[in-house]
């Protein structure tokens, strides 16, 4: 199967997919942490290049319910948010069959469309907790892999630092590696 990591520069996701024989690439703006499949640049112009499936990770930056406090009142801020919706609608209009877009508690709930599904780390062998939601198209729900406890909010409790939202936004190798296991399947 060929698929495309939206917005991914960690390469967790894609090489959840390699790993289990797929033809799996990234794309980010940012060039990849890890060796493998990476177009560096817009994903916009990659989205008709025949893939299969498409999991796409979109900044949450202007997105994220927990950020809107800090938006300022004023044109520019919801300008950005406009911009940030409008590059989800794109990638959810993609010509791609099958598509999962995540992202935490945000604006698309209210600006787009409700999420399918709710996941949890914790449900997927990370002890800790942080609401992804995810938009499916032509996807089935995850299914939980691996219940855990020590349920911390690790996320919402980081300190600040120069790398605070790199940090914030890797994505959980449990979670890629379900996706990998449950929807790379060419069924």
């Known amino acids: 199967m060929k698929v495309l990591i939206a917005c991914e520069y960690s390469g967790i996701v894609r090489d959840a997919f390699a790993a289990k024989g797929?033809?799996?690439?990234?794309?980010?703006?940012?060039?990849?942490?890890?060796?493998?499949n990476h177009y560096q640049g817009d994903v916009l112009e990659h989205l008709d290049k025949g893939w299969d499936l498409m999991i796409a990770h979109p900044p949450c930056?202007?997105?994220?319910?927990?950020?809107?406090?800090?938006?300022?009142e004023g044109k520019k801020a919801w300008s950005l948010q406009e911009e940030a919706l409008d590059f989800v609608r794109k990638l959810l209009a993609a010509p791609i069959d099958k598509i999962a877009l995540e992202n935490p508690i945000s604006v698309i709930s209210t600006k787009i469309k409700k999420?399918?599904?709710?996941?949890?780390?914790?449900?997927?062998?990370?002890?800790?907790?942080?609401?992804?939601?995810?938009?499916?198209?032509?996807?089935?729900?995850?299914?939980?892999?691996?219940?855990?406890?020590?349920r911390e909010q690790r996320i919402w409790k980081m300190p600040p630092s120069k790398n605070r939202s790199k940090l914030r936004s890797l994505f959980y190798t449990g979670i890629a590696q379900?996706?990998?296991?449950q929807w790379g399947t060419d069924g």
């Not at 797929?22 to 990849?32: E, F, K, M, Q």
């Not at 930056?61 to 300022?72: D, E, I, P, Y």
């Open 178 to 181: 379900a996706m990998a296991d």
């Open 115 to 150: 999420p399918t599904q709710i996941i949890q780390p914790y449900q997927f062998g990370h002890g800790e907790r942080k609401s992804i939601c995810l938009w499916l198209n032509n996807l089935p729900k995850l299914k939980a892999t691996d219940n855990v406890d020590g």
């Open 61 to 72: 930056t202007h997105l994220a319910v927990s950020g809107a406090r800090w938006f300022t």
């Open 22 to 36: 797929h033809d799996a690439w990234s794309c980010d703006i940012l060039p990849t942490e890890s060796p493998g």
